[in-house]
């Protein structure tokens, strides 16, 4: 059974770092592309950025492009998502979500997600 | 980039009754790459359809996708109680990976 339990949330100032984490279990994770996709607070889903099997292939949304950075450990299954200069907008619940198969950009499973919160 | 606008942003309904979830997106999407998903309070999204009219394995067949081009539907043939949520659109043919802003069905 797919499980992916995302972690590392929590509360920062604006101009802060978080690292977040998701660990993935009942798959080959290194099968498959991974994203993160975010909730802000009362609104719709917005993708972040994905990273392919090896890492060779890697994107972001522009609103954190230059500011996120994504990797991978296979031999540990785990995604991660390095976040820096943390903005109010950036608030949301970030889920970690697996690319299908044949697909990277349909996620056909998704973590329960961590809140992240940036605020004074 | 695409932009996908999902209409009515709310849908009162009973249960029993039907459906109609509309996706318009702001350019032709490739290969009719566009899926929905289910979002229930605190809970992941859930996917629903993808390939526009493809249901994912267990989705009941109540559920069905639609459209082509610019223009895709889903429709719910008769509510039961635990299809009331919110319903995003996606579309994953071209980047940036886009959602909609969800429809959500409530109980009337």
């Known amino acids: 059974q797919v499980h992916l339990v995302e972690s590392g949330g929590g509360s920062v100032k604006p101009g802060g770092s978080l690292r977040l984490s998701c660990a993935a279990s009942g798959f080959t994770f290194g099968d498959y592309f991974m994203s993160w996709v975010r909730q802000a607070p009362g609104k719709g889903l917005e993708w972040v950025s994905y990273i392919s099997y090896t890492s060779t292939y890697i994107d972001y949304a522009d609103s954190v492009k230059g500011r996120f950075s994504i990797s991978r450990d296979n031999a540990k299954d785990s995604l991660f998502l390095q976040m820096n200069s943390l903005r109010a907008e950036d608030t949301a619940v970030y889920y970690c979500?697996?690319?299908?198969?044949?697909?990277?950009?349909?996620?056909?499973?998704w973590g329960r997600g961590t809140l992240v919160t940036v605020s004074s | 980039e695409i932009v996908l606008t999902q209409s009515p942003g709310t849908l009162s309904l009973s249960p029993g009754e039907r459906a109609t979830l509309s996706c318009r997106a702001s350019?032709?999407?490739?290969?009719?790459?566009l899926a929905w998903y289910q979002q229930k309070p605190g809970q992941a999204p859930r996917l629903l359809i993808s390939d526009a009219s493809t249901r994912t394995t267990g989705i009941p067949d109540r559920f069905s996708g639609s459209g082509s081009g610019t223009d895709f539907t889903l429709t719910i043939s008769r509510l039961e109680p635990e299809d009331f949520a919110v319903y995003f659109c996606q579309q994953y043919g071209s980047s940036p990976w886009a959602f909609g802003q969800g429809t959500k069905v409530e109980i009337k």
């Open positions: 350019q032709g999407v490739t290969n009719n790459y």
């Open positions: 979500a697996r690319g299908t198969v044949t697909t990277a950009g349909l996620f056909d499973f």
